[in-house]
């Protein structure tokens, strides 16, 4: 299954970010509203294409929300026991995590 990361405004100026991996789905974290942020992850965007600085289009509020977004999955992994990223489920190939 992809993994897909994607936003919604929850309260006025607030976007809360959420992360849908299988079946799964994982809150990640609240930011202040920015649009190019909302355009850009609001339908959902892979986790790779999360990831990818060269896709911000020198969008700052983009870069910054990039670089919070492994931080927290790395959070949702360790606490609910499930291995999103790549990088985790190569690491963690012997021991008995989920994968998503």
Known sequence: MKTVVYCKPTEKGIHSFYIVAGTEEFFLFNQAYRRGVEEYFGKGVLINNALDHSRAHKDSAISRTM?????????V?????????????????GYKMRCA
């Open 77 to 93: 992994e360790k606490e609910y026991d499930v291995a999103i990223l790549e990088k985790t489920k190569k690491s963690n190939h």
């Open 67 to 75: 670089s919070k977004i492994p931080m927290y999955v790395r959070y």
